[in-house]
Structures are given as C-alpha cells and as structure tokens.
C-alpha cells in the first residue's frame, strides 16, 4: 500500500527566506508526482506535476524534483512571501490506478511579514 | 476558461439523512474523481467516473455512490449519514486519457456538516 508522508508538519519562516518541502512515497510505481496547494478552507490549486520520466519541474519561484528510485520529491520555494502561506500537499498517482492519489498529510507554511 | 465548480458549498445535515454533492467538471474534461477531506484521515479518494462508468473506487462503504452523466458531470450520494462524514468533498476533474500528463484540478469543494 502506498504511503506519503511529508516533512516538516508545518513550518514558520521570515518573509525572504529560500525554503525547502519534504515528501517521500514508499512505491515507486507511479505515474507521476504532484504538489498542491491549499488555502483554508479551499480547494486544491495544482503548482507542479512531475512525470515518473521526469527529474524536476519549474515554475516561477517554485522548483519540484523527483528522485523516484528513493522515493523522494522535494518542492523548493525561493524568495519566499507572506501570500506563499498554506498548506502544501503532494500527492502521487500509482501505476495501479492512476486517477486515485494518494496524498501526503501536507505541511502547513507560514511567512510571516 | 471556467474551473470546476461545486454545488452546494456549505451543508448541515442530520443524522440518518442523505445527502447529494453536484460536481462540474472544466468542459472538455471526461474524467471525475471524488475525495473526502478530514483532519483526521486527510484527504481520501473515494471513486472516478470516466464516461458514465465507475473506472476507480476507493475503500469507503457502499453508502456512498456516485454517477456521472453525458454531460460529464457528476454527483455523489451519501446515504444514512454519520457523524464522521462530515468533512469537505473535493472533486477533481481530467481530461481523462493520459494519467502520467495530466493534472488533475480541484473545485472550491462541499463542506458537509451532520449533526
């Protein structure tokens, strides 16, 4: 069965700050690997996709990479903002059943001004 | 190009009543997924529907059901509600044929209170 497990649980930082996400799968059968982002009380918001091909992904201040053989993802914030606090989940789509994800328990970010 | 959108967005229920969610898909999206959202469990999948058939299911009990219509939209139906449902219901949407490509797009959700 596949877990995600993501580190730390939440984490507090001054505006400015270069940050890193951890997330880690137990299976590395997938098809690819995703991270979200969740305002309170909010849906989802897709930040980056990456495909099991794939090693890492860019977008603005965001870069995401994958290391599928140690079951690993890193989301890396840059210049990080106080409109940059939320939650962070990752989420891998298994080879089993692509369209069910399994999702991390996320880490609840804060930029503080 | 619209989201994908969710009616309704806030419910009280009660116990023993059931319970229907509405999903909208962005157009040109054939596939639908449903997740519950608690603090507890976190984020569960529940099932996907891809051309009106059930193509993925998720370990919840058969009170909860879903369909999909031509249209590609889709509902949930929770019946005998508890207590621990309560939660919020996601659903996403894909264009559905290619799972290593595709991101799959969140609505704003259904918040599901029971009493």
């Known amino acids: 069965k596949q877990e995600v497990t993501q580190i730390p649980a939440a984490l507090s930082v001054p505006e400015g700050e270069n940050l890193v996400l951890n997330c880690s799968f137990t299976?590395?059968?997938?098809?690819?690997l995703q991270w979200f982002r969740q305002d309170p009380g909010k849906g989802l918001t897709s930040l980056l996709l990456i495909q099991s091909s794939q090693r890492e992904q860019t977008s603005g201040r965001l870069n995401a990479s994958l290391d599928k053989s140690s079951g690993r993802s890193t989301l890396y914030i840059a210049a990080s903002q106080p409109g940059d606090s939320a939650t962070y989940l990752c989420a891998v789509s298994p080879l089993t059943s692509g369209s069910r994800l399994t999702f991390g328990e996320g880490t609840q970010l804060t930029v503080n001004p | 190009k619209a989201g994908v959108t969710q009616t309704p967005r806030y419910l009280i229920k009660t116990r023993g009543q059931q319970v229907t969610l509405s999903c909208s898909p962005i157009?040109?999206?054939?596939?639908v997924s449903w997740y519950q959202q608690t603090p507890g469990q976190g984020l569960q999948f529940l099932f996907e529907y891809f051309s009106e058939t059930q193509r993925n299911k998720g370990n919840f009990p058969g009170r909860f059901s879903g369909r999909q219509f031509s249209n590609s939209r889709s509902e949930m139906n929770v019946s005998t509600l508890e207590l621990g449902d309560s939660a919020l219901y996601l659903c996403?949407?894909?264009?559905?044929w290619g799972y290593g490509e595709e991101t799959q797009y969140f609505g704003p959700g259904t918040r599901l209170l029971v009493l």
């Open positions: 299976d590395s059968a997938i098809y690819n």
């Open positions: 157009s040109g999206h054939r596939s």
């Open positions: 996403a949407s894909t264009k559905g």
